[in-house]
T-cell receptor, first 114, second 115 residues
């Protein structure tokens, strides 16, 4: 059972289009992280959001943490082929026994065609 | 700066053989995680250590899997005997875990193929 559900699972778009990826849960998280993974490599951290309602921007990428800290979204404006990759969200729960552990979603495979 | 180092990068072995995967975490990090990634199941946490002590090994598939962390700079994941269904990419990650959590840094992975 996945604590974090990501949608869509696959996304194939043309260069220049906008897109949004969602990460949802019924559980509350102390923080939520977004990673991007390219073929043959490990996931690389993009951003961490820690406050309910927080919005962070990273160039053309906008990340939002839900007010209740149960969900998050990633919006990409004017997608480029270089944005292609697997996007993973991961939540942290502030509990002594699980401190440091991240709960990963299954990921959204994004392909941007030139 | 050196990131998380994993070896080997690729391993092809026959069913029944012992496989040992190695990981060197980032210096100064106090937590180490072993993950397995497949198309079917995504990224699964196998086991994680905090200050070299195993905290949660509930993700280890069965007794054929074992992991050790003899010191802060080295960890191994062993599969004995290996089976074709163990074929996957195995990642090691490390983090500096504080009361606020921690950001994980992943190694490049070991692609394991068991024939």
């Amino acid at each position: 059972t996945q604590l974090l559900e990501q949608s869509p699972q696959f996304l194939s778009i043309q260069e220049g289009e906008n897109l949004t990826v969602y990460c949802n849960s019924s559980s509350v998280f102390s923080s939520l992280q977004w990673y991007r993974q390219e073929p043959g490599e490990g996931p690389v951290l993009l951003v961490t959001v820690v406050t309910g309602g927080e919005v962070k921007k990273l160039k053309r990428l906008t990340f939002q943490f839900g007010d209740a800290r149960k969900d998050s979204s990633l919006h990409i404006t004017a997608a480029q082929p270089g944005d292609t990759g697997l996007y993973l969200c991961a939540g942290a729960r502030r509990r002594g026994s699980t401190l440091g552990r991240l709960y990963f979603g299954r990921g959204t495979q994004l392909t941007v065609w030139p | 700066d050196a990131g998380v180092i994993q070896s080997p990068r690729h391993e092809v072995t026959e069913m029944g053989q012992e496989v040992t995967l190695r990981c060197k975490p980032i210096s100064g990090h106090n937590s180490l995680f072993w993950y397995r990634q497949t198309m079917m199941r995504g990224l699964e946490l196998l086991i994680y250590f905090n200050n070299n002590v195993p905290i949660d090994d509930s993700g280890m598939p069965e007794d054929r899997f074992s992991a050790k962390m003899p010191n802060a700079s080295f960890s191994t994941l062993k599969i004995q005997p290996s089976e074709p269904r163990d074929s996957a990419v195995y990642f090691c990650a490390s983090s500096l875990t504080t009361a606020a959590g921690g950001e994980q840094y992943f190694g490049p992975g070991t692609r394991l193929t068991v024939t």
